[in-house]
């Protein structure tokens, strides 16, 4: 329950008016150290709802101690990108729906101008993006210096886009800061580990795990392809399937990206698609397009989807296996979110078995193979991806192995 957290009244009525029932792990091991004004180091990967999990403590404190004076924001919330900082900004602007409480967001890729409001008003919460962020404090357009309460969020995909030197800039203009909570999908790579040395202070080290019914929403597997034709006529034959409501289809290049949305339109399966590069409105044209149910496949790379959150999405469909382990966490985040099923499968080729080893490694789950009538694969390599790996077994394993079998035979010949 949420009333188990000190929160104001206005804040409990817009947990409840934004249907949060219970509190989600991640909320149950933040909040409470949150609220006691510590740093905190997290990992919560997207979909966990580690968004309100900062949001709450930073509203509940603005509530504690009220504003005296106008002035520049007295928190910062630094994300990857500008969706996902459209996104904690709208979630913001609800759960503070019934306070005086202002948000305000600033991302690249709009005009100087649209951000003149935030700039020159009083904005409690600032939700940004490092690179424009800084513009602006460099312009002294922006005096970081009345922050009280420093969030990066996703702090590990901050790190893969380039923004550590912007953000330990930022990170020095806001020192007179009281916390600072680093929220990051994975905590395993060394540049988290160390870039948290580095703006933190005596945090506490919360992980979530997350609940079995958290967890276990998504089902994965794996269909073993011969080549890109042979995976662009299993993507078909998927999208074509009933229980197929809305899917994410993810390539690693931004080429394939636009060679599989004409491919699919000529297979009648509309979608609209994203790529790094393409203009605001045109990428807000297509979101809208896919939140609207006028289309329900999205075919992106990484870094075009990063931040997005789409809800309900029934399918998350790896057309190329991602390089790393942390990038597929995250792609099968985006489906199974607050409660539903989701679904995530990977179009494989043999060249890829190592990286899906990695994850059966680090999930300590091994994915059905699936075979798809008619599509069978064909080539050696891929028909050898299928069968299930001999077990390698050490000599004291292998003993027992034949320990048991000299037992098992020596029953039946009593009998
Ligand atoms: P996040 O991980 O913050 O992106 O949240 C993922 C989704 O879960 C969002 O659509 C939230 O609105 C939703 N959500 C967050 N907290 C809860 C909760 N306690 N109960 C149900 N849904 C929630």
Excluded at 336 to 353: F, I, P, Q, W, Y
Aim: proline share 4%; with cysteine; glycine share 6%.
């Amino acid at each position: 329950m949420f009333e188990q957290f000190d929160l104001d009244s206005e804040l409990l009525a817009a947990v409840k008016n934004n249907g949060y029932k219970k509190p989600t792990s991640i909320q149950e091991l933040v909040i409470p150290e949150a609220m006691k004004g510590k740093d905190i180091l997290a990992s919560a990967p997207t979909g966990t709802g580690k968004t309100a999990s900062f949001l709450l403590p930073i509203a509940q404190h603005l509530l504690d101690y009220p504003r005296t004076s106008p002035g520049f924001p007295r928190v910062l919330i630094l994300t990857p990108t500008r969706e996902l900082a459209i996104q904690i900004g709208e979630d913001s602007k609800k759960l503070t729906e019934l306070t005086k409480i202002k948000t305000g967001v600033i991302t690249g890729g709009v005009n100087y101008g649209s951000h003149s409001e935030i700039l020159t008003s009083t904005t409690d919460i600032l939700v940004a993006t490092p690179g424009r962020l800084l513009e602006y404090i460099e312009n002294e357009q922006f005096d970081a210096r009345e922050i009280e309460i420093l969030v990066l969020d996703e702090a590990d995909r901050m790190l893969d886009m380039g923004f550590s030197e912007s953000i330990n800039r930022i990170a020095a203009e806001a020192r007179w800061r009281k916390q600072t909570m680093l929220f990051s999908a994975t905590l395993q790579s060394g540049g988290v580990s160390r870039f948290s040395r580095e703006v933190l202070t005596d945090p506490v080290f919360l992980e979530s795990t997350p609940s079995r019914k958290e967890k276990a929403k998504i089902h994965q597997w794996l269909h073993i392809a011969d080549n890109f034709e042979h995976k662009l006529q299993l993507l078909y034959n998927i999208l074509k399937q009933e229980g197929v409501t809305r899917a994410v289809v993810f390539a690693n290049k931004r080429e394939t990206v636009q060679t599989l949305s004409g491919k699919l339109y000529a297979e009648e399966l509309p979608c609209v698609w994203l790529e790094g590069k393409m203009q605001q409105d045109k990428r807000n044209t297509a979101i809208e397009r896919l939140k609207n149910g006028q289309v329900n496949i999205l075919v992106a790379t990484d870094v075009a989807a990063r931040g997005l959150d789409i809800d309900d999405i029934s399918h998350v469909i790896n057309f190329d296996m991602p390089r790393v382990v942390d990038v597929y966490i995250h792609r099968i985040g985006r489906t199974g979110r607050a409660g539903n099923k989701g679904t995530a499968l990977s179009l494989v080729e043999a060249h890829d078995m190592l990286v899906i080893a990695k994850i059966e490694r680090f999930q300590d789950e091994r994915f059905p193979r699936r075979i798809i009538e008619g599509l069978r694969p064909k080539n050696k390599e891929s028909r050898v991806a299928i069968k299930k790996p001999k077990i390698k077994r050490t000599t004291s394993q292998k003993k027992a192995k034949a320990k048991k079998q000299a037992k098992k035979s020596a029953k039946k010949s009593k009998k």
